[in-house]
């Protein structure tokens, strides 16, 4: 079974400041990953994937995530936030070749202070 | 805008009473999701259904009863709820069989019982 940690639940940041956000997942295959942001009252948004290739993902809103495969992480980062970016972020993962279901992370509330 | 719509949005039913939850779809998917987000918790699955075939019960009580009538429509019946069972209620769907992955989210419906 998969599981996902994400190890900070709440980052508060300045505006214009770089960020990242510690996703880790644990399984015994091969799994595809994903960030999604949820808005306040709002469902989730598709903000980056990662299938296979290149590592390094790039998403919406100027996100890129970062695939490494030995220390089993998918961290998220931004090199400057904008107070819109305020909002909680779950990252998530789905087995390779394995039933449709998304394990989910506890989430990680960011908040961009002016 | 997903694609994907719920109704209603908010919802406030007493122990005894009886409702039911809409998600519709408009991208064509052919697998649709039932998930619960409480505060301070992952989102939990509850259902999962791929070609209109119910393929995940994810030890959801039975007072929780889904229903998808076609490959765009999902239904949850609610009956004799508990207090417990306040929280976000999130549908979502995808395209399986394709190499894309990601589900697509509704708004939620947000339910309070009393």
């Known amino acids: 079974a998969q599981s996902v940690t994400q190890l900070d639940s709440q980052v508060p940041v300045f505006e214009e400041a770089p960020v990242e956000l510690r996703c880790n997942y644990s399984?015994?295959?091969?799994?595809?990953l994903f960030w999604y942001v949820q808005y306040p009252n709002q469902g989730l948004q598709l903000l980056l994937k990662?299938?296979?290739?290149?590592?390094l993902v790039k998403g919406i809103n100027g996100f890129e995530a970062e695939f490494n495969k030995s220390q089993t992480s998918f961290h998220l980062r931004k090199p400057s936030v904008h107070i819109s970016d305020t909002a909680e972020y779950f990252c998530?993962?789905?087995?390779?070749?394995?039933?449709?279901?998304?394990?989910f992370g506890k989430g990680t509330k960011l908040t961009v202070n002016p | 805008e997903t694609g994907v719509t719920q109704t209603p949005r908010h919802l406030v039913m007493g122990m005894t009473n009886k409702k039911s939850l809409k998600c519709e779809q408009h991208l064509g998917h052919n697998a649709m999701y039932w998930y619960k987000q409480s505060a301070k918790k992952p989102l939990e699955l509850m259902f999962v259904y791929n070609f209109k075939e119910q393929t995940e019960n994810n030890s959801v009580p039975s007072r929780f009863s889904p229903e998808c009538p076609n490959s765009s429509h999902l239904f949850l019946h609610l009956h004799t709820l508990q207090p417990e069972d306040s929280a976000l209620y999130l549908c979502?769907?995808?395209?399986?069989?394709?190499?894309?992955?990601?589900?697509?989210f509704g708004p939620g419906t947000r339910l309070t019982v009393t």
């Open positions: 998530a993962v789905r087995t390779q070749g394995g039933s449709e279901k998304l394990v």
């Open positions: 990662y299938l296979s290739g290149s590592t």
């Open positions: 979502a769907s995808s395209q399986e069989g394709t190499r894309t992955y990601e589900q697509y």
């Open positions: 399984s015994s295959v091969s799994v595809y």
